[in-house]
């Protein structure tokens, strides 16, 4: 039975992860590691069954000489247009108010991230994500400053959601 007392011990021993783990894993070892795998195909994982077709296109964009960045991007763009996913993207449910607000975000090797939340009308946030990463200081833009930003940014508005999407 979990109660607060193992909670605390879990966070505990998490946190003296945190800080023992960049010692046991040294730059070095990571670069060793790193090098020894150049010779091997990508690997791209999906948390979830509807990642599948994502994967294989980031593995398309992989093989093809194509940025880590790139195949993510591109990879969410199949699941972020699929109608028939609920869980993200165009056919994602509707909120208690009606409206089918999307969120993505985004890291790239160096650490540096870029987020979107609350952004409506735009087909690809991941896309507007990496936009925030890379042309901002920022990152995390919500709502009316993610879809201002979204805009400036050449992505056009598009009503996404059919009146059979939304809450009525």
């Not at 991007?73 to 699929?82: N, S």
């Not at 901002?136 to 999407?165: C, I, N, S, Y």
Request: hydrophobic share 40%; glycine share 10%.
């Amino acid at each position: 039975m979990s109660n607060r007392r193992n909670f605390l011990q879990k966070i505990g021993l998490g946190s003296a992860a945190l800080f023992i783990g960049p010692k046991v894993f040294s730059s070095q070892t990571i670069k060793k590691a790193y090098n020894n795998s150049q010779n091997k195909p990508p690997i791209v994982i999906s948390t979830w069954s509807h990642g599948l077709q994502a994967n294989e296109e980031a593995c398309n964009i992989l093989n093809n000489g194509g940025s880590s960045l790139d195949a993510v991007e591109k990879g969410v763009w199949v699941v972020e247009a699929d109608e028939k996913n609920h869980s993200v993207g165009i056919g994602g449910y509707p909120d208690a108010s009606g409206h089918v607000s999307l969120d993505a975000s985004i890291m790239d090797h160096k650490g540096r991230a870029g987020s979107v939340c609350y952004l409506e009308d735009i087909l690809h946030p991941i896309s507007v994500a990496r936009k925030v990463m890379e042309d901002t200081p920022h990152v995390l833009l919500a709502g009316k400053g993610a879809l201002d930003f979204a805009l400036q940014k050449g992505f056009k508005r598009q009503d996404l959601f059919t009146d059979e999407m939304k809450i009525a």
